[in-house]
């Protein structure tokens, strides 16, 4: 059997839409088996009743062995721990995919290198940011070149933590992308270039007071906060109490401040106290960066 633990990510940081994306320390964990016969998908020991063919880990998998010509009849498929919330702009369908790519090439014998594996991955997702990270760990910009996908790992300081802010509610990502214009003015499209670049640097340089701008954006989120109620408020409140930096993670719902590691027990106490007094059952969850990406293993 193969185990494969995938971590959460969280993408775009604010300015770089589809781009920049950060591994983190809550993972999801997947076993497989090849089994004859047909497919059966269980949570946590527990038989799945939906079709195994709409599964997105199944679908990822049999497409790369597939590609392979690797046969098979059946599988065994256990997400045994599943710690990632589902459509919260946490990376929980990178998670699915990066699990069933990286399994069927455990499967085949690991003959994918690293660089096929974030294709084949990116392709299926259709954007980069929360594949590469979910893949190779750490903080992460990707960019894509037809169908090459190239990247390059970005020093994040180890001073710094997260804190997510997760609702009861979904955002599904594929209508918070019918929210973005067309087209944009230059400059708007500036004002992002410049963020992007300086966050870059200024994480690398330790500027902690220039984080703030760095995280600002003009592409998506002014457009997707209308989505997620009380987005204005958490943000501003954040702000107040610490926060160095704060974004929407990925198209959300999911609202993720950047706080530093010293103020992080502080910082959760207020920031729960605020979240308590709203609706949705907004729950705060401190994160690390993980720095491994996918771990295949045989058990
Ligand atoms: N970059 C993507 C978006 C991440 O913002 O739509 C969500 O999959």
Redesign the pocket.
């Known amino acids: 059997m193969i185990r494969v633990r995938i971590p959460a990510t969280t993408?775009?940081m604010g300015p770089g839409?589809?781009?920049l994306?950060m591994a983190l320390n809550l993972y999801n964990e997947i076993e497989i088996e090849k089994k004859r016969g047909k497919t059966e998908i269980y949570n946590n020991g527990q038989k799945s009743k939906d079709d195994y063919k709409e599964n997105l880990i199944y679908t990822s998998l049999t497409k790369t062995l597939d590609m392979y010509n690797y046969e098979y009849n059946g599988f065994y498929i256990n997400v045994s721990r599943c710690d990632i919330p589902i459509s919260r702009?946490l990376?929980s369908?990178?998670a699915c995919i990066v699990g069933g790519v990286a399994a069927a090439n455990a499967l085949m014998g690991n003959i994918m290198s690293t660089d096929k594996t974030i294709q084949v991955a990116t392709e299926i997702?259709g954007?980069p940011?929360?594949i590469v990270p979910a893949i190779v760990g750490g903080m992460v910009i990707s960019l894509q070149e037809g169908e090459k996908i190239s990247y390059s790992k970005v020093q994040f300081p180890h001073k710094l933590k997260f804190a997510a802010m997760i609702p009861n509610f979904q955002v599904n990502?594929a209508i918070?992308?019918e929210m973005l214009p067309k087209s944009y003015l230059k400059e708007d499209c500036i004002f992002n270039i410049s963020r992007s670049a300086m966050l870059i640097s200024a994480l690398y340089n330790g500027e902690f007071d220039k984080l703030r701008t760095c995280f600002s954006d003009r592409i998506?989120q002014p457009y997707?906060k209308p989505l997620i109620k009380n987005a204005e408020i958490i943000l501003e409140k954040v702000k107040e109490i610490g926060a160095i930096g704060e974004f929407i993670s990925?198209?959300g719902s999911t609202l993720m401040a950047v706080i530093e590691a010293k103020n992080a027990e502080r910082f959760e106490k207020e920031a729960k106290s605020f979240l308590d007094s709203l609706e949705d059952e907004w729950k705060i969850i401190l994160l690390d960066p993980d720095m491994e990406g996918v771990k295949v293993s045989s058990c």
Do not use: K, M, W
Request: aromatic share 4%; glycine share 20%; no cysteine.
């Open positions: 993408a775009n839409f589809d781009t994306g702009g990376g369908s990178a997702e954007h940011d929360n990502t918070s992308r998506h997707r990925g198209s």
